[in-house]
């Protein structure tokens, strides 16, 4: 910043007061000499009356002088005064110059702005650096922070301050030594920001369900985690489970102590920020309470307890538990239950010991316990059974080799078995009850092996071993019962259906085959009474559409295989199946109806038995070749391919199926609809004359069209046409140019998704392109100009609203340098300001294009004219130019125009020469002095802009004006200017 005083003397002096961080340090600079003078002293005093001199100069001769550094130290915001003497041979010459004041720049303080950031405005001078202190009291007494920074401002520190605390801010200048540079700035606020405590949900102060509870909780903004305790006490004080989680709940883990039932818990929960630091101590939920489910009582093992079993396959039970139902076992070879061998999740209180499980030893003892399980299947440990034991036969079975639980090929099988130890003789019982009553051989063996048993055609037959000791007692390792079945005589079976209910009136009839069987002789009866037969080659068949079976209704159905004669050669295989309930849906929509073209919506009534529905579309009445598709819904939406075709009729139906897809019940009754045919499409633009041989063809929206098609002929017939496809209500002409005075004919019809025609043809549009709207350009034509804001004209066309000019570098108006649309009138000027000049020496391109109201083109550009730009009656300045002058009387001189015969001159004190202080048209020559009279007078120390206009012979402009020059009057007092700054 800078301070002046004035005072008139012939002696000028400049004081520039130039400052370090340290010392304030003022530049004395003589800018006019005292004639006759050979030297000169500096004279600074801190009173007016120059009794008390602080610092007198040596003699200087050159200038500046800088007030130095070793000299007593001048103070900030503190006035003194200054005197310049000139010297000749040591002693004072002339008058000394007035005494000046000069006052050093006052320190301000630091301003406190609003800002997010610790923000200050800066001392004046700047300080070196600045102290921010940050204090929980006003008075600033007890600083928790600061901090030095070298700008003006600086950022909050992290995890310094607490929330929702309100804090006192001042910042205190320091120079380069780090002592105060200034006073202090005012005391700022600001309030940190305050969390909420989150708000408990789930569980409060109610009974939990179960022993791993979710707890549940709200959101704290600015948390990115919580922190979460669960203890028994109050305070917890001894938590049996801490967590750190993300999200607003937390499950309590299985891998942690386990709660206690009955008991009274404890929890709260605090949340924190990113890097796991609280938002205070008071941020935290309230304690909640929550109590376990009541303490259950153990199950009561029933068996095995404490006993033998008989075999190697227990079968286990246990009293049931109040409000559980399901249980874990485990089987253990130890009574730690430590070596598990096999444990199962039970619905209900007993199990049986499964096959596929590990093989028990005989004469070994086991031990099981049971664990009630909670919603979760997780174990009440608090409540498992005791543990109980119980031991195997000591004895193994008799093990049966063959026949076991199979058919047999032949009637005389051999019985096989492993040998038992102890065993001297073997008893094999055979009977054709499962209980062995009424036994059919009972012998006894000395070995392993049988094969005089002859069995029966069709048979199942049952069979034992019983070991005997050489005294001929019965041992009780005795075999288990098993089975086995003969062969039958030309056995046929039915494979389906076999007395169910079928999904149609038409089942499919399925058996066995036989070999060497002729055909096979297919029966269905009703009430007796045999309603259809039929003799088949294979081994299925279907039920006919006639004679037709009734709904609701159960038949038999009988199979039997015959030789050539038609003799039987099988038993008669029968069964039976019931035909379903009657079923026929009904259509909804559409029903005798028009639809549009896409997206058609087919909807009928439901069958609350139905897995499905069958849906076809034809084109034709009796629903041949059509398309299908089977739906689990009452409503479809034909996909569009094939797509349907305007215009034409199509039949419908439906029938229910089952989940296999077999159709059940009936076909609904057959609907038709009928594809709507679009409206002919209403063209827009062009029509008539027009002037543009790439035409933008426009038409009105057609309601539910997919795309158009567009055709352009020389031809009323549209043979050999230009054709074109848009999804849009208009199209750019892209084809061969359009010529000049020929009639044109378009068209456009609406297209389907797939581009197929799906209307009728609009009425034909016509137009022919003539130079109706096309501009031709008057001036300037192919010519060389002398202004850079040259004067465009062209003739108006009728018709047009506007006119958009276009000036480019380029012959082929690629690189534009100006262009406007908004033209009302046939003509325009190049603006002075705003777009780039236009450059002397170049030549440019300039074409105008018609408009109507809304600013679209009427017609093609018109052809590009040119002109160049040519600096030849453009004065160039020479004097004075970016100078001072020396009096207030300069002379104005410039460069010769040829074939200027006079020349203007004006001289402004603003550079847009809205002031001017002389104006001269009748300038001869090329130079000129300012008047001293007739004219307004030169100021001292003041700028002044002046241009040169080349003049005809009748007085009017020849080319543009010179660019503007700038000159600067003398000084004319001294002046001191205290300058703060390097």
Known sequence: MYRKSKMFYSLFVFFLCGYAWAQVQPKFNLVTPVTGADAYQIIMTSDADESEPIWISDPVSNFPVVYPSSAPELQFGTIYYARIIALKDGAIHGVPGKSVLIQTPIITR?????????????????????????????????????????????????????????????????????????????????????????????????????????????????????SISVGSDEELASPVWAATVAEVSATYPQDAIILARGISYFWQVTPLDADGNTFGDDVKSTV????????????????????????????????????????????????????????????????????????????????????????????????????????????????????????????????????????????????????????????????????????????????????????????????????????????LSLTSPMNVTVSNTTPNLKWGTLDGAFGYLVAVSYDGNIIWSDLVDGNEVSYPESPSLNYETTYLWSVQAVDESISPMSNKAESAFTTPAFTQVELSSPVNEEVGVVSVAFSWSEDEFASGYLVEISSSDDMSDPWSSTVSMTSLTYPDEPPFQSGKSYFWRVITVDQEGNSMGAWSDIATFQIEQPPPVILDEPSGEISNTSPALSWQEVDGASGYKVQLSLSEDFSDSWESSSGVTSVQYSGDPLEFNVPYYWRVVVTDQNGNIAGLWSEPGSFQISTIFIVNLVSPMNEEIYSQNPQFTWEAVEGADKYEITVSSSDDMTEVVWSISEIQDSGTQYPSAGVDPLAFGNTYYWQVRSLNADGDPLADPSEASSFTLSGELTPELLVPVDSQVDNLNPVFSWSEVSGAVKYSILVASTDDFSEIVYQNQNIDGTGIAYPSSGAAPLSFESTYYWKIQALSGDGSSMGDSSPTGIFMTPTGEIEIILEFGD
């Open 288 to 491: 909640a309470s929550f109590q376990t489910p009541d303490a259950i009582q153990p199950p009561i093992l029933n068996s095995p307890v404490g006993e033998e079993i008989p075999g190697v396959s227990p079968s286990f039970s246990w009293s049931p538990i109040d409000g559980v139902t399901r249980y874990s076992i485990d089987l253990s070879e130890d009574e730690e239950i430590s070596s598990i061998i096999w444990t199962a999740v039970v619905e209900g209180t007993n199990i049986s010991y499964p096959d596929n499980a590990v093989n028990l030893k005989y004469s070994s003892t086991y031990f099981w316990q049971i664990s009630p399980l909670g919603e979760e299947d997780e174990s009440i440990s608090d409540a498992l059974s005791v543990i109980a034991n119980f031991s195997t036969s000591s004895m193994a079975p008799v093990e049966l080799l063959s026949p076991v639980n199979s058919s047999i090929d032949k009637l005389t099988p051999s019985f096989k078995w492993v040998s038992s130890d102890n065993a001297a003789s073997y008893r094999l019982d055979i009977s054709e009850s499962a209980e062995l009553n009424e036994l059919l051989v009972s012998d006894v063996v000395s070995g392993t092996e049988y094969s005089s048993f002859l069995a029966s055609y069709d048979k199942t037959y049952y069979w034992r071993v019983t070991p005997i000791d050489g005294e001929g007692s019965d041992l009780e390792n005795v075999s288990d019962v098993v089975m086995f079945t003969t062969p039958g005589l030309n056995d």
């Open 110 to 226: 630091p301003q406190i702005l609003d800002a997010p950031e610790f923000t200050w405005g800066a001392t004046e001078p700047p300080s070196a650096n600045y102290i921010i202190s940050v204090s929980p009291v006003q008075d600033m007494s007890s600083v928790v922070w600061s901090t030095t920074v070298s700008g003006t401002n600086t950022g909050l520190p992290e995890n310094v301050f607490d929330w929702g605390t309100t804090y006192y801010w001042q910042v205190q200048g320091v120079n380069g030594d780090g002592d105060p540079f200034g006073d202090p700035s005012e005391t700022g606020f600001f309030q940190t920001e305050t969390v909420e405590p989150p708000s408990l949900s789930s569980p409060v102060a109610e009974q939990i369900s179960t022993l791993i509870p979710t707890f549940t909780w709200s959101s704290v903004a600015g948390a990115s985690q919580y």
